[in-house]
């Protein structure tokens, strides 16, 4: 069984910087792939980036040369670094662990960007 918990969200300017953190409370070794969802008010939920074991990484087009995403096995924490955001960032992030048969999520955090 493994709990993911997302941190790092807050409001932030149109153009600046912020980095989530999703930490699981077991290994994510035995996660082979792990993501970054986020869902806007009266929106379906999409993907951000994925990133597997091996490190082959994903991005949605809309982030795209401005959202990195790393995962940090030894601390059992996914990271998103995302730069350069725009008001349309603005969403509840999720953070996604696959293991064989199940798939795990986090609670959420809220990224806001507003001037």
């Known amino acids: 069984q493994v709990q993911l918990v997302e941190s790092g969200g807050g409001l932030v300017q149109p153009g600046g910087s912020l980095t989530l953190s999703c930490v699981a409370s077991?290994?994510?070794?035995?996660?082979?792939?792990m993501a970054w969802h986020r869902q806007a008010p009266g929106k379906q939920r999409e993907l951000v980036a994925s990133?597997?074991?091996?490190?082959?990484?994903n991005y949605g087009d809309s982030v795209k040369g401005r959202f990195i995403i790393s995962r940090d096995n030894a601390k059992n924490t996914m990271y998103l670094q995302m730069n350069s955001l725009k008001p349309e960032d603005t969403a509840v992030y999720y953070c996604?662990?696959?293991?064989?048969?199940?798939?795990?999520w986090g609670q959420g955090t809220q990224v806001t960007v507003s001037s």
């Open positions: 990133i597997t074991k091996s490190g082959s990484t």
């Open positions: 996604r662990g696959d293991e064989a048969v199940r798939v795990y």
């Open positions: 077991g290994s994510i070794f035995s996660l082979y792939y």
